[in-house]
Nanobody, 123 residues
Framework: QVQLVESGGGLVQAGGSLTLSCVASERRFIINVMAWYRQAPGKQRELVASITRGKSTTYADSVKGRFTISRDNAKNRVYLQMNSLTPEDTAVYYC?????????????????WGQGTLVTVSS
């Protein structure tokens, strides 16, 4: 079973930095777009940043200039470097991957979510 495994969340003071990491458990999962979403208490899940296989990126306005998304295609891994964190960044961060699994006899589309990792920024 293909899974996304996240790591790197935790507690940090305002102004600090954290790096989140997410890896897909199956190398045959050819991922087109990898993304990070977040959901704060009482709010809807929102897109934070995304990156295509060709390394094109998009960011939410609220994180532009502070967060950087990157990926390693060979390792099926995506990162989110978060700098200048504020209490408003406190949320559960979810990794998302959209692509196709190569099952020798053909390709099967697949979209996966990670289990979420909590980021807490104290003031």
């Amino acid at each position: 079973q293909v899974q996304l495994v996240e790591s790197g969340g935790g507690l940090v003071q305002a102004g600090g930095s954290l790096t989140l990491s997410c890896v897909a458990s199956e190398r045959r999962f050819i991922i087109n777009v990898m993304a990070w979403y977040r959901q704060a208490p009482g709010k809807q899940r929102e897109l934070v940043a995304s990156i295509t296989r060709g390394k094109s990126t998009t960011y939410a306005d609220s994180v532009k200039g502070r967060f950087t998304i990157s990926r390693d295609n060979a390792k099926n891994r995506v990162y989110l470097q978060m700098n200048s964190l504020t209490p408003e960044d406190t949320a559960v961060y979810y990794c998302n991957a959209d692509g196709n699994v190569d099952y020798d006899v053909g390709f099967q589309p697949l979209e996966l979510w990670g289990q979420g990792t909590l980021v807490t920024v104290s003031s």
